[in-house]
């Protein structure tokens, strides 16, 4: 009876052990005896996942080195990369890839090579304006008595997104903006308290920057097809000539378009107060220790560089040069700009030997940069001591979520899967150039800093936008080794 009972129990053990495995190991076994295999269930690592949200930055920071891991071997990663990197027609590719906690170059296309690099320029000019101006500085537009009774003084500070409106706060924008009508609402108030009576007349101060508004380096084509405008040390919505848009044509002054709002809107509110606005507005200067009598503050310097990059605002980005170039003591001019930014960089490590700027935006003919240079700013802001720089790698565009890569590696091609969500680069694109200068994690958690440029392009930017992108996506996929 002792053994049967044994007996018994040990068949009950067995198929309790059993059950499971012939579930787990059923079908897959069955499959094969019906000569069929199984499919393998990729495990995406956590720092491979698209992220449901966009990080804002805070305490956490990208890694330059996974834990344990390795950097991709170059043999490995050239044979990749090099296979990419061509495109039917015209076209020379340029590419640099460093390890961004060595600094060591894993991938080398000509990377030392002079290459127009278009928008991806506004790296080095995020780097320089954070950098020299402080992530946290706010540039004032204000209104200050005039020399002779009755006349005040709108000043231009350097804020170039300002609305015609009130004031935003930026907690339901994506940009707190300084208003023109909270400035006029502010006046007002002020110069009723002073017993102002009769006509106000408003004279404008423009003085902050020097030198040409337009660059000689600018085709009249883009000046006219709103890529840039005349530059200015106060605009609404970076000059464009529509509020609450970014493309289309822009005002050939915005600094006076800029004050004729103020003026419509400081009429508006001085009515309740007894006085009257002119609507003829001339140049002038505000006196220096003039009594101030209202001020709005712009964005932060690191919102304004986060915009910048998202968006690719040419002007925005020379404003921010010149900003820059006063903030290190230079003269406010296209010069004094390009000279800030290319010292700023340097400051950070960055060799910045034969490199030739020819504006801050990329827009410009004559700029003379290498991929590798453009690599090593990034790498730089990864891994610098300078918290404000570090806002830079937060601000750049991410893999089919936001900015100009929004509408990129979500297409379905190869380039989308591993890239999605996890690379973050600036573009750039001319009529002959394509570029895409970023950071990623590789799938062993490596940071890897990178920049990839086409130049002589002709027909086939799309083509080579394509295969920028699937460089792009091999650094984020594989481990390469």
């Not at 393998?40 to 720092?47: A, D, G, I, T, Y």
């Not at 609450?244 to 004729?260: L, Q, Y």
């Amino acid at each position: 009876m002792g053994r049967v009972f044994s007996g018994l129990l040990l068949t009950l053990v067995l198929a309790v052990l059993v059950l499971p495995l012939a579930l787990y190991a059923g079908p897959p076994l069955l499959a094969a005896l019906r000569s069929e295999q199984p499919q393998r269930q990729l495990v995406v690592p956590s720092h491979q996942q698209a992220p449901s949200r966009l990080a804002a930055g805070g305490d956490v920071f990208p890694v330059p080195a996974g834990t344990g891991s390795e950097a991709p071997d170059p043999a490995a990663l050239k044979e990749l990369l090099d296979a990419e990197l061509k495109v039917a027609g015209s076209g020379t590719f340029h590419g640099s890839v460093l390890d961004a906690l060595t600094g060591e170059v894993l991938y080398d296309l000509d990377g030392s090579a002079a290459v127009t690099p278009a928008s991806s320029l506004k790296v080095l000019t995020a780097a320089a304006a954070l950098a020299e101006l402080g992530a946290d500085t706010r540039f004032e537009t204000t209104v200050h008595a005039g020399k002779s009774p009755g006349t005040i003084v709108l000043k231009g500070g350097g804020d170039v997104l300002l609305t015609a409106g009130e004031s935003e706060t930026g907690e339901t924008q994506t940009l707190p903006r300084a208003g023109l009508a909270t400035l006029a609402g502010e006046t007002a108030a002020a110069l009723a308290e002073r017993g102002m009576k009769g006509t106000v007349r408003i004279q404008l101060d423009d003085t902050l920057f020097s030198g040409e508004s337009l660059s000689p380096g600018w085709s009249s084509e883009d000046v006219a097809a709103g890529e840039i405008a005349a530059l200015y040390p106060l605009a609404i919505n970076s000059a464009w000539a529509e509020e609450g848009v970014s493309s289309g044509p822009r005002v050939d002054d915005a600094a006076m378009a800029a004050a004729e709002v103020f003026a419509d809107a400081l009429e508006s509110s001085a009515a309740g107060y007894g006085f009257s606005v002119s609507t003829f507005i001339e140049r002038g200067t505000a006196a220096g220790g003039a009594e101030q009598l209202a001020a709005v503050e712009s964005a932060p310097v690191a919102d304004q560089v986060r915009h910048m990059l998202l968006s690719s605002d040419n002007y925005l980005a020379e404003a921010l040069a010149r900003m820059s170039a006063r903030a290190s003591g230079r003269e406010a001019t296209f010069d004094g700009g390009t000279e800030a930014v290319a010292a700023a960089v340097a400051r950070l490590g960055v060799d910045t030997s034969n490199l030739a700027l020819a504006d801050a935006s990329g827009l410009a003919a004559g700029t003379e940069i290498s991929t590798k240079q453009l690599a090593e700013t990034v790498q730089a802001s990864l891994t610098t001591t300078e918290n404000d720089v570090r806002a830079l790698p937060y601000s750049l565009p991410v893999a089919g979520l936001s900015g100009t890569l929004a509408s990129r590696f979500s297409d379905g091609t190869k380039a989308s899967g591993p890239a999605l969500g996890v690379v973050r680069g600036k573009t750039g694109t001319l009529f002959a150039v394509t570029s895409l200068s970023g950071y990623v994690t590789d799938a062993d958690g490596r940071l890897l800093s990178f920049a990839f440029v086409a130049n002589g392009l002709e027909a086939n930017t799309a083509q080579a936008r394509s295969a920028v992108d699937a460089a792009a996506a091999v650094l984020a996929g594989c481990g390469c080794r």
